[in-house]
Every structure is written in structure tokens, then in C-alpha cells.
């Protein structure tokens, strides 16, 4: 008896799990030799890593997998291993290229970090200043005005068309949705042409905070309006029903249950708005007129924002400039990063998330 | 015949016609719901009986396309009358679910509120309505000790009866119920038919149901829906529950009460 | 109960339109809001619309078809045809490269990847899209440039018989090639996205009654879920090649802006793209300059929009579900 149904549990037939001795190791070798062979090759004969990525080791890794693969499963062992190959390239290559970013980002960008750098600002300020002197103190309070205006006047807008689309029955709602979805791809550059020839060249207003404000508001406006649209779509039709039964008026019926239901995915949606604007440039440096010195009045006169910093110190080109430019630059990816994470701490509420149906 | 002995037309439909865009699902309905009693609707799934009973509050129209014809009369007003704010049908008409849905940002005592505060009126003494309310639902007792805790944190029975508690503290005329039992144990489905008869000595009550025990248990009269090969849901027989299901007149009638189709 | 024959039922108009005053007032302000987003849009083109006119005017269609941009003359001849194709190159070499990328990424997300290692990778596609552009443009300009230089060089040196990879000048910093492989990085997440939606929503079914077939993992891949996902990987590389098109401030770092046509030299220091062109030039146009980049903003705005609108449509399609 006992016999029977060690028997039976036992994975017997399946070859994919089929574990034993010799197969064990022509996988490890597939999977070792190759990166193992390819590193060997590119540091005697002194090649550049990435060539050495790219010319040795994903063929390698392709005629040792693919050789391996059909020794154990014939064809079909041969072209599951090419796309797993594949596959895990180009992830590896995306990763690879991320985290490029990130680590260059960090490095030069730390090395510039100090107190100094954060707390003041950029007057009497030269491209060849020595780094301790000077920072971007003014910028950041710039970009927080800036954006911050800018979330002001954008949030109730998208979240009121995100209403819009699904509280209401309005017949132009597809229409909406569409341009919405293609203002998403609106160049930034033409957002700030916009505002430049709307208002600069038009003498309604100077380059100042507003105008860079008002740049900003067409990138910001359809990344609230989306996010809020998914975030109220996941309330469960079932509570407006509950509601509307009960005798509420359409607007009571969103006030006091569609919108604390929604809450999260409404902050969510703020959040990667500031996300989607916070590092804009373009649109800044056609519409802002950066200075070098601490203005809170966005209103009227100069003001500075990180992006516009950045850019500037850049094209200064000197090597302290473009030391500056990286610290800018670390502290934009911060600031992105802490979004990222409230997003991703936020989640939204999971228990008004219904799983996925699949038809 | 079955010919009912009406104490007090307390709502009537009149000819009512059911459309979902061009399609005609429902056709000259007329039935009549005496005052304080209960009446059970039943069919075959795609009959109308929901799409009829979301008509009776106004309900129905929130679906885009959709029509109708006829009328529904409170205490002898068209609730569908020139003037009639849909939002006012709805407070004397209320509504249970198929689905429990509980307010889930809400306590167990808001969602008893909530009616009141949805429709922008006053909450006086609320601690006492949110207790006869639950009493009158029977679940206090099971509640009572928990009342700021989530709604979602209850059973899907005792949801149910949250639900019917909260219709019950907007001291509704009349209770529609479409299927509220279908989702949930017989234990519960006991205890809801409890509430049923009791609360029907206030209020006039509506139930779909598919569950020919259930609708010979609780309700006084019987209407049976039936749509046939493409024609629009109609009444086929309606009359006191005694009758419809021990003496029905139409052959059809007897088929389904005795589970020959459907 | 024979039905009888009578008069078609009267139907009754039912309350589609709130009454309520509160409702009205709510409806109100969302719909001005939604309609606020069709102004805006109208607004856009028309501001640019009216700058860009004497431009339009005085050039005609040469503006587009010309490639000329000279400044010496009165008044000063303004083509930006270079500039157009430069940034039609880029996208295209960006969407050639970011295509496989983003295939590979959503197919390891939704298919291939244990969960935790589904739910890294998410993370870091999601992270590259929350990057802004201007750090990465800063990245290609000091660390990826030289890296991708060194690719060219290879290429030009071995295949450098083709048209594509030749090299006359022996100039390779700035090229189209450095730019099209920033485009990619840029918009990899956006084809990602799109295409993972599309796996995610697939029918499990129909991918377990090919393996059922016998189908194994590649060729369920190529003859299932490819052909399945298509409208949605069209609609997404759309979406990121509009995005490519848009691209300015990374590409006004790595690339070297000339009206010198460059076809398909991909490896030249030569190249174009309107967004950055416009970035470059406004700072000290003249005023009439300054018509023709509000002109080349007009070309830049209806062309994404179509592509964006045509994306959308797709992607729409794509997903039925989504109603
Ligand atoms: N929103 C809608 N749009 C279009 N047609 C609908 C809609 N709701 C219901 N119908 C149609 O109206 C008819 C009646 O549906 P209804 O839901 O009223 O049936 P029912 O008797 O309640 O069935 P069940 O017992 O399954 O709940 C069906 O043919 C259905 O397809
Ligand atoms: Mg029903």
C-alpha cells in the first residue's frame, strides 16, 4: 500500500523535471561557461565590457543554451532556449542600462552633496566658484513653487474631468478619453512654445514662475486625469446603486462614497502627476527666466528650479558646472524616488480592488 | 380565479413596457401591492423581474438606453409624474441588493446613517435610530458591541441585514428586494425571512426570489414572469401565493412551480 | 393569456439629465472641466498657430519640403525638412530598438518570471519611466555617449560597407545612433506598458490549449501570444513613437543638429530633430525666426497628436474589454 502511493507521488514521466546528474551539470555549464568564457576573452584581450557583452557573450550564451536545450529536448528544447536567451538579454540590457543611470547619477551626484549645496543659493556664484561655495538652495524652493502651483490649478482640473468620465453620461465622454490619452504625448517642448507665445511674447506677463507654472499644467493635466479615472473606476458600481437607492443625489452619492473609496488612488494620481513634471525642462526654459539669487513671489521677476539649474550648469560646461549639474540631477532622482516609493506605499485600497476578470 | 381581495392598493404598476435601447424586455405589467403585504416575484432567469422591479423606484433609468411606458403609482401619484424628483421616489421606495455592498469606507453605525446624510437630511438621536433600525433587522445583538468597526469586517449574511437596516432607517413605504438571499447560507436566509415578516407589518415589500420555498414562505401573493422565445417578459399569473402555487390556472404556471422547466 | 392586438405603448421621456440643483452644479463643473481640455488643446494650436503664420506664409510649402535655415539673408529662409526627417530617423531607430526590449520585458513579466522576480522587473521598467528626461540626457552626454561611440566604431569598422554604418567624416560623437539608442531607453517603458496590459488581459485558455497542442514555450510565443497581442504592440510602439518625436532636452545633449541632410548615415555626427532644434534656437531668434520655430512647433504638435490619436485608437481596439 505504502509502495502505491510513494509510487504515485513521485514525479516519474515529465522530462522538464527530470533532475539528474549529467543534466544538472550541462545546464550549469550553459549557464556559466559562457559569461565565464566571454569575461576570460575580454580582459586579455583588454576589450571594452559592453563590446565584450555584446559580441562574446550573448552569442556564446545563445550557441551554448540553444546546444544544450536541443541536446535534452531536441527542437523544441532548441527554440525555448533562444527565446529564454532573448528574453533575459534584453531585460538584462534594460537593467543593465537603469541602473547605469542610477549608479552614474549617485556617483557624481554625491560627491557633490553638502550642506552648502543645499542651503544656499547661486549668487556671486561663478562657473569656476569653488564647490563648497553656493547651491542650489533657491532652485529647489523654486521647483517647489513652481510645481506647486502647478499641482494647484492641474489637480482639481484632471480630477474634474476624471468625473467627467465616469460619473457622468454624457455622450462625449470616448472623445474626452482620446484626447486626454494623446495630450499624454503632447512634446513638452510645444507645451512651452505655447506658453511663450500665448503669454511672453504677448506682454501679458514676463517670464516668470506663473508662466513656467502654466507650461507645466498640459504635461500634469492628463497624468491626474488618467490615474483619477482608473482610481475612480475601481469603485464597485454596486455602491452608487447602494447609493442612488437609498434616495442620494448624484453629487452626495460621489462626495460620500465614491471619493473616500477612491482616496488613495486620487492621491496616487497626484503624486505621479508631480512624478511626470518635477524634472520637465523644456517647457522651463522657454517660459522661466532662472536667476541666480532666492525669489518666493512666482508671481513676478526671476526665478530658479532645479531643471533649469541643471541645464544651465551644464551648458557652462566648466568642470565645476558640470559638477553642480550631477548634484542637481541627484537631487531631481531623489525627489522622483520619494515619490515612487509613497506610490508604490499607497498602493491603493485593496479591498475595493475587484481581481481581474478574464473572459 | 385567483382574485385577490386587495385591503389597499398601496403602489400599481400600469402597463408597464420595458425597452433596453430597441430591445422590448418587458411587457404590460400591471400588478398591484396591497399595503403591508409581501409580494413574490418569480420566472425563469431573463424573465425582467429585476428589470420590473428596478422600475418601481426609479432605478431603472440609470441605465443608459433605457425606456419605458406606463406607469407606477404611490398611493395613487405616477411616481413617474411630471415634477416627481426621482431622488424623493427613491427614499419612500427602498432597495436591497443581490450582493451585499455595504458602504466599505464606512462603520457598521455610519452605514446606517448613511441614507440620511446621502440625501442631505438631518440625523437626529442617531444612536436610537441606528438601534431599532439593527433590532428591526435583527442583527443588533450580533452587532451591538462593534458598531465603529468596517462594514466589510461583517459575514456576508449579516451584511445582508446591515443592508436591509440601513433601507430601514430611511423608514421606507415600501422595501424592494431583488434576490437578497441568493448569496448567502440558509442559516442566514432563515434569519432574513424572519425579518421579512416582521417588517412587512410596517411596510409594503417586493421580493424576487428563485426559490419557490422562500416565495410560498413569506409572501401573500405571487406574480409569475415569464419571456418566451424572444418575446418580451410579461405577468403570466399573479394572484394570492396560495393559489398560484397549489391551483395555478396556467399550464406554464404549474410547469415551472413544479420545476418542469426554467 | 392571448395577447391581444393594440396601440404601440406611448413611451415616456425618463430623467436623463439631473434635476436636482446640486447635480446640476456638480455636472456642470466636471463637464466645464472636460470641455476645459478640448479649449486647452484648440488653445495651443491657435497661439501657435497665429505666431507661426508669417513663417508659414512666407515660405509655403518649402518649409517643410526645404532644407535650408539661413539667417545671412532678408529676410532669412527657414526649412526644416532635415530637421523633420532627423526626427523621424530617430524615432524609427529608437522603436527598432526599443520594440525587442519591451517584447522581452513584458513577456518575461507576464509569462517567463517567477512572481518576485515579475515584481522587480516591474519596479524597474516603472522606474525608468519615472525618470525625467533631462537626467537622463545628462547620463548619455558623459557616460553612455562614449560607451556608444565605441559600438559605432565597431559597426562602421565591420560593416561599415553598408550605407547605414559608413562614416566619412571619421566623426562618430553626436550621431543619430547615440541619439536612437537615448529614444529607446525613453521610451521602453511606454511600449511596455502597453504590451504587458495586452499579456495580462490575454485569455489564459487560449495560451494552455496550445501548450495542450504540444505547442512548447516558442512557438506558443510566436504563433499565440504575438499574434494575439499585435494590435496592442502596434498601438504601443505608436504611442512610443510619438513620444520619440517629442523627445527634446536628452537629444538636444547627445545630438549634433545639422541641415545638412543626413539620410542614413547613422553613425555621422549629423542629424536632426525638431523638438531640440526649436530648444536650441528660440533662446536669440529674431522675431521673425522665431515665427518659423513656432511653424516647425505647429508640424511637431499635429503630427503627435495624429500619431497619439491613432495609438490610442488602436490600443482601444485592442482591448475590447475596455469599455
Ligand atoms: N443593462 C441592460 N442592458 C441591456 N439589456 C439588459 C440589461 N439588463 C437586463 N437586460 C435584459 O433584459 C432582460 C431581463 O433581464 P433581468 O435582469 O430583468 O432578468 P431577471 O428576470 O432578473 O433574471 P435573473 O433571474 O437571472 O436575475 C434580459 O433579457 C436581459 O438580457
Ligand atoms: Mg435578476
Given at each position: 500500500?505504502?509502495?502505491?502511493?510513494?509510487?504515485?507521488?513521485?514525479?516519474t514521466s515529465a522530462p522538464w523535471k527530470r533532475r539528474n546528474s549529467r543534466n544538472i551539470l550541462?545546464?550549469?555549464?550553459?549557464?556559466?561557461?559562457?559569461?565565464?568564457?566571454?569575461?576570460?576573452?575580454?580582459?586579455?584581450?583588454?576589450?571594452?565590457?559592453?563590446?565584450?557583452?555584446?559580441?562574446?557573450?550573448?552569442?556564446?550564451?545563445?550557441?551554448?543554451?540553444?546546444?544544450?536545450?536541443?541536446?535534452?529536448?531536441?527542437?523544441?528544447?532548441?527554440?525555448?532556449?533562444?527565446?529564454?536567451?532573448?528574453?533575459?538579454?534584453?531585460?538584462?540590457?534594460?537593467?543593465?542600462?537603469?541602473?547605469?543611470?542610477?549608479?552614474?547619477?549617485?556617483?557624481?551626484?554625491?560627491?557633490?552633496?553638502?550642506?552648502?549645496?543645499?542651503?544656499?543659493?547661486?549668487?556671486?556664484?561663478?562657473?569656476?566658484?569653488?564647490?563648497?561655495?553656493?547651491?542650489?538652495?533657491?532652485?529647489?524652493?523654486?521647483?517647489?513653487?513652481?510645481?506647486?502651483?502647478?499641482?494647484?490649478?492641474?489637480?482639481?482640473?484632471?480630477?474634474?474631468?476624471?468625473?467627467?468620465?465616469?460619473?457622468?453620461?454624457?455622450?462625449?465622454?470616448?472623445?474626452?478619453?482620446?484626447?486626454?490619452?494623446?495630450?499624454?504625448?503632447?512634446?513638452?517642448?510645444?507645451?512651452?512654445?505655447?506658453?511663450?507665445?500665448?503669454?511672453?511674447?504677448?506682454?501679458?506677463?514676463?517670464?516668470?514662475?506663473?508662466?513656467?507654472?502654466?507650461?507645466?499644467?498640459?504635461?500634469?493635466?492628463?497624468?491626474?486625469?488618467?490615474?483619477?479615472?482608473?482610481?475612480?473606476?475601481?469603485?464597485?458600481?454596486?455602491?452608487?446603486?447602494?447609493?442612488?437607492?437609498?434616495?442620494?443625489?448624484?453629487?452626495?452619492?460621489?462626495?460620500?462614497?465614491?471619493?473616500?473609496?477612491?482616496?488613495?488612488?486620487?492621491?496616487?494620481?497626484?503624486?505621479?502627476?508631480?512624478?511626470?513634471?518635477?524634472?520637465?525642462?523644456?517647457?522651463?526654459?522657454?517660459?522661466?527666466?532662472?536667476?541666480?539669487?532666492?525669489?518666493?513671489?512666482?508671481?513676478?521677476?526671476?526665478?530658479?528650479?532645479?531643471?533649469?539649474?541643471?541645464?544651465?550648469?551644464?551648458?557652462?560646461?566648466?568642470?565645476?558646472?558640470?559638477?553642480?549639474?550631477?548634484?542637481?540631477?541627484?537631487?531631481?532622482?531623489?525627489?522622483?524616488?520619494?515619490?515612487?516609493?509613497?506610490?508604490?506605499?499607497?498602493?491603493?485600497?485593496?479591498?475595493?480592488?475587484?481581481?481581474?476578470?478574464?473572459? | 380565479?385567483?382574485?385577490?381581495?386587495?385591503?389597499?392598493?398601496?403602489?400599481?404598476?400600469?402597463?408597464?413596457?420595458?425597452?433596453?435601447?430597441?430591445?422590448?424586455?418587458?411587457?404590460?405589467?400591471?400588478?398591484?401591492?396591497?399595503?403591508?403585504?409581501?409580494?413574490?416575484?418569480?420566472?425563469?432567469?431573463?424573465?425582467?423581474?429585476?428589470?420590473?422591479?428596478?422600475?418601481?423606484?426609479?432605478?431603472?433609468?440609470?441605465?443608459?438606453?433605457?425606456?419605458?411606458?406606463?406607469?407606477?403609482?404611490?398611493?395613487?401619484?405616477?411616481?413617474?409624474?411630471?415634477?416627481?424628483?426621482?431622488?424623493?421616489?427613491?427614499?419612500?421606495?427602498?432597495?436591497?441588493?443581490?450582493?451585499?455592498?455595504?458602504?466599505?469606507?464606512?462603520?457598521?453605525?455610519?452605514?446606517?446613517?448613511?441614507?440620511?446624510?446621502?440625501?442631505?437630511?438631518?440625523?437626529?438621536?442617531?444612536?436610537?435610530?441606528?438601534?431599532?433600525?439593527?433590532?428591526?433587522?435583527?442583527?443588533?445583538?450580533?452587532?451591538?458591541?462593534?458598531?465603529?468597526?468596517?462594514?466589510?469586517?461583517?459575514?456576508?449574511?449579516?451584511q445582508q441585514r446591515l443592508c436591509i437596516a440601513r433601507s430601514l432607517a430611511m423608514e421606507p413605504?415600501?422595501?424592494?428586494?431583488?434576490?437578497?438571499?441568493?448569496?448567502?447560507?440558509?442559516?442566514?436566509?432563515?434569519?432574513?425571512?424572519?425579518?421579512?415578516?416582521?417588517?412587512?407589518?410596517?411596510?409594503?415589500?417586493?421580493?424576487?426570489?428563485?426559490?419557490?420555498?422562500?416565495?410560498?414562505?413569506?409572501?401573500?401573493?405571487?406574480?409569475?414572469?415569464?419571456?418566451?422565445?424572444?418575446?418580451?417578459?410579461?405577468?403570466?399569473?399573479?394572484?394570492?401565493?396560495?393559489?398560484?402555487?397549489?391551483?395555478?390556472?396556467?399550464?406554464?404556471?404549474?410547469?415551472?412551480?413544479?420545476?418542469?422547466?426554467? | 393569456?392571448?395577447?391581444?392586438?393594440?396601440?404601440?405603448?406611448?413611451?415616456?421621456?425618463?430623467?436623463?439629465?439631473?434635476?436636482?440643483?446640486?447635480?446640476?452644479?456638480?455636472?456642470?463643473?466636471?463637464?466645464?472641466?472636460?470641455?476645459?481640455?478640448?479649449?486647452?488643446?484648440?488653445?495651443?494650436?491657435?497661439?501657435?498657430?497665429?505666431?507661426?503664420?508669417?513663417?508659414?506664409?512666407?515660405?509655403?510649402?518649402?518649409?517643410?519640403?526645404?532644407?535650408?535655415?539661413?539667417?545671412?539673408?532678408?529676410?532669412?529662409?527657414?526649412?526644416?525638412?532635415?530637421?523633420?526627417?532627423?526626427?523621424?530617423?530617430?524615432?524609427?531607430?529608437?522603436?527598432?530598438?526599443?520594440?525587442?526590449?519591451?517584447?522581452?520585458?513584458?513577456?518575461?513579466?507576464?509569462?517567463?518570471?517567477?512572481?518576485?522576480?515579475?515584481?522587480?522587473?516591474?519596479?524597474?521598467?516603472?522606474?525608468?519611466?519615472?525618470?525625467?528626461?533631462?537626467?537622463?540626457?545628462?547620463?548619455?552626454?558623459?557616460?553612455?555617449?562614449?560607451?556608444?561611440?565605441?559600438?559605432?566604431?565597431?559597426?562602421?569598422?565591420?560593416?561599415?560597407?553598408?550605407?547605414?554604418?559608413?562614416?566619412?567624416?571619421?566623426?562618430?560623437?553626436?550621431?543619430?545612433?547615440?541619439?536612437?539608442?537615448?529614444?529607446?531607453?525613453?521610451?521602453?517603458?511606454?511600449?511596455?506598458?502597453?504590451?504587458?496590459?495586452?499579456?495580462?488581459?490575454?485569455?489564459?485558455?487560449?495560451?494552455?490549449?496550445?501548450?495542450?497542442?504540444?505547442?512548447?514555450?516558442?512557438?506558443?510565443?510566436?504563433?499565440?501570444?504575438?499574434?494575439?497581442?499585435?494590435?496592442?504592440?502596434?498601438?504601443?510602439?505608436?504611442?512610443?513613437?510619438?513620444?520619440?518625436?517629442?523627445?527634446?532636452?536628452?537629444i538636444f545633449f547627445v545630438l549634433n543638429l545639422s541641415f545638412d541632410i543626413n539620410w542614413a548615415?547613422?553613425?555621422?555626427?549629423?542629424?536632426?530633430?525638431?523638438?531640440?532644434?526649436?530648444?536650441?534656437?528660440?533662446?536669440?531668434?529674431?522675431?521673425?525666426?522665431?515665427?518659423?520655430?513656432?511653424?516647425?512647433?505647429?508640424?511637431?504638435?499635429?503630427?503627435?497628436?495624429?500619431?497619439?490619436?491613432?495609438?490610442?485608437?488602436?490600443?482601444?481596439?485592442?482591448?475590447?474589454?475596455?469599455?
Amino acid at each position: 500500500m505504502a509502495q502505491v502511493i510513494a509510487a504515485k507521488t513521485r514525479p516519474t514521466s515529465a522530462p522538464w523535471k527530470r533532475r539528474n546528474s549529467r543534466n544538472i551539470l550541462l545546464v550549469t555549464l550553459a549557464s556559466v561557461l559562457p559569461a565565464a568564457v566571454a569575461a576570460a576573452v575580454t580582459v586579455l584581450l583588454g576589450l571594452d565590457g559592453a563590446i565584450g557583452l555584446l559580441v562574446l557573450f550573448v552569442p556564446l550564451q545563445l550557441i551554448a543554451s540553444v546546444g544544450i536545450g536541443g541536446y535534452l529536448f531536441k527542437k523544441r528544447g532548441r527554440q525555448d532556449a533562444a527565446l529564454i536567451v532573448f528574453t533575459v538579454f534584453f531585460t538584462v540590457l534594460v537593467a543593465v542600462l537603469l541602473s547605469s543611470v542610477l549608479v552614474a547619477v549617485f556617483e557624481a551626484g554625491l560627491r557633490m552633496m553638502r550642506w552648502s549645496f543645499i542651503s544656499q543659493n547661486a549668487t556671486y556664484i561663478s562657473p569656476t566658484t569653488s564647490l563648497d561655495y553656493g547651491g542650489l538652495g533657491h532652485a529647489v524652493l523654486g521647483s517647489i513653487l513652481v510645481v506647486g502651483f502647478t499641482t494647484l490649478v492641474t489637480v482639481p482640473l484632471g480630477i474634474g474631468v476624471a468625473i467627467y468620465l465616469t460619473e457622468s453620461r454624457a455622450s462625449g465622454r470616448n472623445f474626452i478619453r482620446s484626447l486626454i490619452q494623446s495630450m499624454s504625448g503632447l512634446p513638452s517642448v510645444v507645451s512651452g512654445l505655447f506658453i511663450y507665445s500665448a503669454m511672453i511674447v504677448t506682454h501679458w506677463s514676463g517670464q516668470s514662475g506663473i508662466t513656467g507654472s502654466l507650461a507645466l499644467m498640459p504635461l500634469m493635466l492628463p497624468t491626474v486625469a488618467r490615474v483619477c479615472e482608473e482610481a475612480l473606476r475601481l469603485v464597485p458600481t454596486d455602491l452608487r446603486s447602494a447609493a442612488l437607492g437609498l434616495g442620494a443625489p448624484n453629487y452626495r452619492m460621489f462626495l460620500q462614497v465614491v471619493l473616500p473609496a477612491a482616496k488613495s488612488g486620487i492621491v496616487t494620481a497626484v503624486l505621479l502627476g508631480v512624478a511626470r513634471i518635477i524634472g520637465e525642462t523644456a517647457p522651463l526654459l522657454l517660459t522661466v527666466n532662472p536667476s541666480a539669487g532666492t525669489n518666493l513671489n512666482i508671481f513676478a521677476g526671476q526665478i530658479e528650479t532645479l531643471p533649469t539649474y541643471l541645464f544651465g550648469n551644464l551648458s557652462l560646461s566648466t568642470d565645476y558646472s558640470v559638477q553642480r549639474a550631477w548634484g542637481a540631477a541627484l537631487i531631481v532622482l531623489f525627489l522622483v524616488l520619494i515619490i515612487f516609493t509613497l506610490t508604490r506605499a499607497i498602493g491603493g485600497n485593496k479591498q475595493l480592488k475587484t481581481p481581474k476578470k478574464r473572459k | 380565479m385567483t382574485q385577490l381581495i386587495t385591503p389597499q392598493a398601496h403602489l400599481r404598476s400600469e402597463d408597464i413596457n420595458v425597452w433596453f435601447g430597441e430591445r422590448h424586455v418587458l411587457s404590460d405589467v400591471n400588478l398591484t401591492f396591497p399595503e403591508n403585504q409581501v409580494t413574490a416575484l418569480i420566472g425563469p432567469s431573463g424573465c425582467g423581474k429585476s428589470t420590473f422591479i428596478r422600475t418601481l423606484n426609479r432605478m431603472h433609468e440609470l441605465i443608459p438606453g433605457a425606456g419605458l411606458s406606463g406607469a407606477v403609482l404611490l398611493d395613487g401619484q405616477d411616481i413617474y409624474g411630471d415634477g416627481v424628483n426621482p431622488v424623493d421616489v427613491r427614499i419612500k421606495i427602498g432597495m436591497v441588493f443581490q450582493k451585499p455592498n455595504p458602504f466599505p469606507t464606512m462603520s457598521i453605525k455610519e452605514n446606517i446613517l448613511s441614507g440620511l446624510k446621502l440625501s442631505g437630511r438631518k440625523v437626529t438621536n442617531a444612536d436610537e435610530l441606528v438601534e431599532t433600525s439593527l433590532r428591526r433587522a435583527s442583527i443588533w445583538n450580533e452587532v451591538k458591541d462593534r458598531l465603529n468597526e468596517p462594514a466589510i469586517s461583517l459575514s456576508g449574511g449579516q451584511q445582508q441585514r446591515l443592508c436591509i437596516a440601513r433601507s430601514l432607517a430611511m423608514e421606507p413605504q415600501v422595501l424592494l428586494m431583488d434576490e437578497p438571499c441568493s448569496a448567502l447560507d440558509p442559516g442566514s436566509t432563515r434569519r432574513i425571512e424572519e425579518t421579512i415578516e416582521e417588517i412587512s407589518e410596517s411596510m409594503t415589500i417586493v421580493i424576487v426570489t428563485h426559490n419557490m420555498q422562500q416565495a410560498q414562505r413569506v409572501s401573500q401573493q405571487t406574480a409569475f414572469f415569464l419571456a418566451e422565445d424572444g418575446n418580451p417578459g410579461t405577468v403570466v399569473e399573479f394572484g394570492a401565493t396560495e393559489d398560484v402555487f397549489n391551483r395555478p390556472i396556467d399550464p406554464r404556471t404549474n410547469d415551472y412551480v413544479n420545476g418542469h422547466f426554467g | 393569456m392571448p395577447v391581444e392586438t393594440k396601440p404601440a405603448p406611448q413611451r415616456r421621456r425618463l430623467t436623463v439629465k439631473p434635476t436636482l440643483l446640486g447635480d446640476r452644479i456638480f455636472f456642470g463643473i466636471t463637464t466645464g472641466t472636460a470641455y476645459f481640455s478640448i479649449v486647452l488643446v484648440v488653445l495651443v494650436l491657435i497661439f501657435l498657430m497665429i505666431r507661426a503664420w508669417p513663417a508659414f506664409q512666407h515660405e509655403g510649402i518649402g518649409f517643410i519640403t526645404g532644407s535650408k535655415w539661413d539667417d545671412s539673408v532678408q529676410p532669412m529662409i527657414m526649412q526644416i525638412f532635415p530637421m523633420l526627417y532627423g526626427s523621424i530617423l530617430l524615432a524609427i531607430l529608437g522603436v527598432i530598438l526599443a520594440v525587442p526590449m519591451a517584447i522581452a520585458l513584458a513577456y518575461l513579466i507576464e509569462f517567463l518570471a517567477p512572481k518576485p522576480i515579475a515584481r522587480v522587473v516591474t519596479l524597474l521598467v516603472d522606474l525608468l519611466a519615472a525618470l525625467p528626461s533631462v537626467v537622463i540626457g545628462l547620463w548619455g552626454l558623459f557616460v553612455f555617449s562614449p560607451v556608444a561611440e565605441g559600438w559605432a566604431k565597431l559597426l562602421n569598422h565591420y560593416l561599415g560597407w553598408l550605407p547605414l554604418f559608413a562614416n566619412t567624416s571619421g566623426n562618430f560623437s553626436r550621431s543619430p545612433f547615440i541619439a536612437g539608442w537615448i529614444v529607446a531607453v525613453m521610451i521602453v517603458p511606454i511600449i511596455t506598458s502597453v504590451t504587458r496590459e495586452i499579456f495580462s488581459q490575454m485569455d489564459r485558455d487560449l495560451i494552455n490549449a496550445a501548450k495542450a497542442l504540444g505547442g512548447s514555450m516558442a512557438s506558443t510565443f510566436t504563433k499565440v501570444i504575438l499574434p494575439t497581442a499585435s494590435g496592442g504592440i502596434v498601438g504601443g510602439t505608436l504611442l512610443g513613437l510619438g513620444r520619440a518625436l517629442g523627445e527634446t532636452v536628452a537629444i538636444f545633449f547627445v545630438l549634433n543638429l545639422s541641415f545638412d541632410i543626413n539620410w542614413a548615415d547613422l553613425t555621422e555626427a549629423r542629424g536632426g530633430s525638431i523638438a531640440s532644434m526649436i530648444l536650441g534656437k528660440l533662446g536669440n531668434a529674431s522675431d521673425y525666426e522665431r515665427s518659423g520655430l513656432m511653424a516647425a512647433g505647429v508640424v511637431l504638435f499635429i503630427t503627435t497628436l495624429l500619431i497619439n490619436f491613432l495609438a490610442g485608437y488602436i490600443v482601444n481596439r485592442a482591448q475590447p474589454w475596455r469599455k
